[in-house]
C-alpha cells in the first residue's frame, strides 16, 4: 500500500493526447532537458584515447562502441542512455578482447575513466551543456500549476542536483535523483524510488524522456503514460505514449 499524501491532480493535454489525473511530472535530463551531447561526445573521446593509449587499436572500436561517429553522439547509445557503470564496463570488456584479464581489464577502465573525471578541462559547464530552450518556460508553467517535478537520470544524482543548480532550477524541481552501481534505468525500482520521494504515486505520474529506457521503465513501473521527446529528426520512440518535437507541447489544464 502506497504512503503518498494525497496532492492536485491535473489533467495533462500533449497534442491530441490527455492524461489524467496526473499529480506529478518526472523528466530524463540529459537529451530532454539538456543538450549535453558535445560534452558527452568529448568526455566518450577522451576515454577512448587515454585506452588507446594503452592498448593501441581499441580506440576506434570504443568510440563505436560509445556511439561515437565523426562528430555526432548517436542519442541512443551506450554513451547517451547509459550509467558511468555502464559505459566502464563495456570499455573494460573491449579492453578484455585484447587478452588481458577481466580484472586488468576493469583497472585500465575505472583508470581512464578517473582521469578524464577529474580533469579540470572537461568540467560540465552550462556554456557546454546548455538547456534546450523550451524547457525554462515549460518547467515554469507546469510548476506554477502546482505539478510535482522530478528529474531522474542514468547520470549520478550528484550531478542531476549540479545540473539544477548550474542552471538554477530549483524554484521548479522538488525531486533530484541519479541512477547507481545496484539500480539504473530501465529498471522500474528507479521510477518507483522517484515517485515515493515526491510522495506521489506511479499511476497518476507521467514519464518524459528522449530514449527507449525511459519508456520501458516507466511502462513496467505502471505510470499513468510516456512521453517521448525527438529532438533528433531521425529519432523514433515507438514505445511512448506520443512523440514530441518540443516540451512546449506539454500543457496542465
Known amino acids: 500500500m502506497s504512503t503518498a499524501m494525497p496532492s492536485a491532480s491535473f489533467t495533462i493535454t500533449c497534442e491530441d493526447v490527455r492524461f489524467e489525473p496526473i499529480t506529478a511530472i518526472i523528466f530524463d535530463k540529459d537529451g530532454t532537458l539538456e543538450n549535453s551531447a558535445a560534452y558527452w561526445r568529448i568526455v566518450g573521446s ?47 570488456a573491449y579492453i578484455a578482447e585484447t587478452g588481458r584479464s577481466w580484472y586488468e581489464s576493469r ?22 551543456a546548455p538547456l534546450y530552450q523550451d524547457v525554462r518556460e515549460t518547467l515554469q508553467s507546469l510548476s506554477n500549476k502546482g505539478l510535482k517535478i522530478g528529474i531522474l537520470s542514468a547520470d549520478s544524482t550528484e550531478e542531476v542536483e549540479n545540473f539544477v543548480s548550474n542552471h538554477q532550477l530549483e524554484n521548479y524541481i522538488q525531486l533530484c535523483l541519479g541512477a547507481n552501481q545496484e539500480t539504473t534505468k530501465p529498471n522500474p525500482q528507479l521510477f518507483r524510488q522517484a515517485c515515493e520521494g515526491l510522495g506521489v504515486v506511479c ?7 528522449d530514449a527507449s529506457v525511459d519508456m520501458v521503465m516507466a511502462k513496467a513501473a505502471e505510470a499513468a ?11 523514433q520512440l515507438e514505445l511512448a ?10 500543457q496542465a489544464l
Open 46 to 92: 577522451e576515454r577512448a584515447r587515454l585506452i588507446d593509449a594503452q592498448i593501441p587499436g581499441v580506440g576506434e572500436p570504443l568510440l563505436m562502441a560509445f556511439g561515437i561517429i565523426d562528430d555526432t553522439l548517436d542519442p541512443q547509445s551506450l554513451m547517451a542512455v547509459g550509467s558511468c557503470d555502464e559505459n566502464e564496463i563495456a570499455a573494460a
Open 225 to 235: 503514460g510516456t512521453i517521448g521527446i525527438c529532438r533528433h529528426p531521425n529519432l
Open 203 to 209: 499511476r497518476q505520474t507521467l514519464m518524459v524522456g
Open 107 to 128: 583497472q585500465i577502465a575505472k583508470s581512464a575513466f578517473t582521469e578524464v573525471a577529474e580533469s579540470k578541462y572537461l568540467t560540465k559547464t552550462p556554456k557546454l
Open 241 to 250: 505514449d506520443i512523440q514530441i518535437n518540443t516540451l512546449l507541447k506539454i
